[in-house]
């Protein structure tokens, strides 16, 4: 375990790291349907909190395991057997999820112990593998320790935060303290001690899968979307129409990020990996965050929902506009600025607009979340129509600047 060569050629995602992203599958997919309960009741705080820690975890988790992997991978006996203990640490923060919201929507201190449990098996499992490259790496030695000190560090203040038996706004306060500690230490370890050797389209790859898993909540909840409508409405037009706008939309979603060339900036551009890699944190949880609004739709579509017509629609409007919104700012940051990225962000915003506006006049929410999902749609025509010219004048410039 000394390093990958950060500039092989054909470098892919192994089996091992297919097969641990399916472990987040199951994962997300508790966490949106607990969320999308909780906010279709009106329980706004154990919605936000609740998704924000259980998603977070799990999202953080799954970045510290993929630049290991990218950098350090040896697909050898000790490594399947570490990452095998870090799985079973997902697996543990998905049973301790419903405690969170249900605590949180009960009005008491926030039940996180399981959940804190599986993120520390998880972290434990990390802080063996950095250990391991630290002790076999000499080049990469110091930041391998700086990467599991800082994760440790991490894991005993998370303790402390469990057993502090505090309110709950000074346990959120303790949880976003712990999240500054952990999101400190991989920069630190990376511009203070020398990179790891990550690869660049190695972890673009890794990054675009785990958009793929995200992504999957939104199938996710078009199926629960649709079945609801069936159940309650049987086959119609609007069903027809639901159906294929929202199943489009997060198609999508999937196509205007895939059109970022991130692999090829990354491997021109290493110091831009660090607002790239954590930007994704806002796009992975707003992905999920879509699925989390079409399920409030399901809920509310089968009279299980006691929130207004407005704040259905604005459950699905509002992780659609940070996720697409999101994109342009992903790709002017890779890029550069381009005046193209206003047309999309204006697009994204007239659109969605346009959606809560119909709402409020009293058009149905079926319809107003059929002409949300155009957002992204919107999105991919520009894209197609001038973004690829772009993007080949971005990439030409940036060889050209940085090799």
Same mark, same amino acid.
């Given at each position: 375990?000394?390093?990958?060569?950060?500039?092989?050629? $054909?470098?892919?995602?192994?089996? @091992?790291?297919?097969?641990?992203?399916?472990?987040? /599958?199951? $994962?997300?997919?508790?966490?949106?349907?607990?969320?999308?309960?909780?906010?279709?009741?009106?329980?706004?705080?154990?919605?936000?909190?609740?998704?924000?820690?259980?998603?977070?975890?799990?999202?953080?988790a799954?970045?510290?395991?993929?630049?290991?992997?990218?950098?350090?991978?040896?697909?050898?006996?000790?490594?399947?057997?570490?990452?095998?203990?870090?799985?079973?640490?997902?697996?543990?923060?998905?049973?301790?999820?419903?405690?969170?919201?249900?605590?949180?929507?009960?009005?008491?201190?926030?039940?996180?112990?399981v959940?804190?449990?599986?993120?520390?098996?998880m972290?434990?499992?990390?802080?063996?593998?950095?250990?391991?490259?630290?002790?076999?790496?000499?080049?990469?030695?110091?930041?391998?320790?700086?990467?599991?000190?800082?994760?440790?560090?991490?894991?005993?203040?998370?303790?402390?935060?469990?057993?502090a038996?505090?309110? @709950?706004?000074?346990?959120?306060?303790?949880m976003?303290?712990?999240?500054?500690?952990?999101?400190? $230490?991989?920069?630190?370890?990376?511009?203070?001690?020398?990179?790891?050797?990550w690869?660049?389209?190695?972890?673009?790859?890794?990054?675009? #899968? #785990?958009?793929?898993v995200?992504?999957?909540?939104?199938?996710?909840?078009?199926?629960?979307?649709?079945?609801?409508?069936?159940?309650?409405?049987?086959?119609?037009?609007?069903?027809? @129409?639901?159906?294929?706008?929202?199943?489009?939309?997060?198609?999508?979603?999937?196509?205007?990020?895939?059109?970022?060339?991130?692999?090829?900036?990354?491997?021109?551009?290493?110091?831009?990996?660090?607002?790239?890699?954590?930007?994704?944190?806002?796009?992975?949880?707003?992905?999920?965050g879509?699925?989390?609004?079409?399920?409030?739709?399901?809920?509310?579509?089968?009279?299980?929902?006691?929130?207004?017509?407005? /704040?259905?629609?604005?459950?699905?409007?509002?992780?659609?506009?940070v996720?697409?919104?999101?994109?342009?700012?992903?790709?002017d940051?890779l890029?550069?600025?381009?005046?193209?990225?206003?047309?999309?962000?204006?697009?994204?915003?007239?659109?969605?607009?346009?959606?809560?506006? @119909?709402?409020?006049?009293?058009?149905s929410?079926?319809v107003?979340?059929?002409i949300a999902?155009?957002?992204?749609?919107?999105?991919?025509?520009?894209?197609?129509?001038?973004?690829?010219?772009?993007?080949?004048?971005?990439?030409?410039?940036?060889?050209?600047?940085?090799?």
């Open positions: 375990m000394t390093g990958r060569d950060p500039h092989q050629d $054909g470098r892919v995602a192994t089996g @091992l790291e297919l097969f641990y992203d399916l472990v987040f /599958v199951v $994962g997300f997919s508790v966490a949106t349907t607990l969320a999308g309960h909780q906010f279709a009741e009106g329980h706004y705080a154990a919605t936000f909190i609740g998704f924000f820690l259980c998603t977070f975890s799990a999202i953080w799954w970045i510290n395991f993929a630049w290991f992997a990218s950098a350090f991978d040896t697909d050898d006996w000790v490594f399947r057997l570490v990452t095998l203990i870090q799985m079973i640490g997902v697996a543990i923060i998905a049973v301790g999820m419903p405690a969170v919201f249900t605590s949180v929507a009960a009005g008491g201190d926030i039940d996180n112990r959940l804190v449990l599986g993120y520390i098996v972290r434990v499992g990390m802080v063996i593998q950095w250990l391991r490259a630290a002790s076999q790496s000499e080049r990469h030695r110091r930041a391998c320790l700086v990467y599991a000190g800082a994760t440790v560090l991490a894991q005993v203040w998370w303790v402390i935060v469990l057993v038996d505090m309110p @709950l706004l000074m346990t959120v306060c303790g976003l303290i712990g999240v500054l500690i952990e999101m400190m $230490g991989p920069y630190i370890a990376e511009t203070r001690t020398g990179r790891t050797p690869h660049a389209h190695h972890i673009a790859e890794r990054y675009g #899968l #785990l958009t793929i995200t992504l999957g909540e939104g199938v996710v909840g078009v199926v629960a979307l649709l079945g609801a409508q069936v159940a309650g409405f049987g086959w119609t037009f609007e069903t027809a @129409l639901l159906g294929f706008t929202t199943m489009t939309a997060t198609f999508a979603m999937w196509w205007i990020y895939s059109a970022i060339p991130s692999g090829e900036v990354l491997h021109a551009h290493r110091e831009k990996a660090f607002p790239w890699g954590y930007g994704h944190i806002v796009l992975f949880m707003s992905a999920v879509v699925g989390v609004g079409l399920h409030v739709a399901a809920l509310y579509l089968e009279h299980h929902a006691s929130v207004s017509d407005e /704040v259905v629609v604005a459950s699905v409007v509002a992780p659609l506009a996720y697409c919104l999101g994109i342009v700012v992903l790709s940051y890029l550069g600025f381009d005046p193209i990225s206003v047309v999309q962000a204006l697009a994204v915003i007239g659109v969605l607009a346009s959606a809560m506006i @119909l709402c409020a006049a009293g058009v929410v079926i107003t979340i059929a999902t155009l957002a992204p749609v919107a999105m991919v025509v520009v894209d197609e129509v001038v973004g690829a010219r772009r993007r080949d004048r971005a990439l030409a410039t940036l060889r050209s600047d940085g090799g």
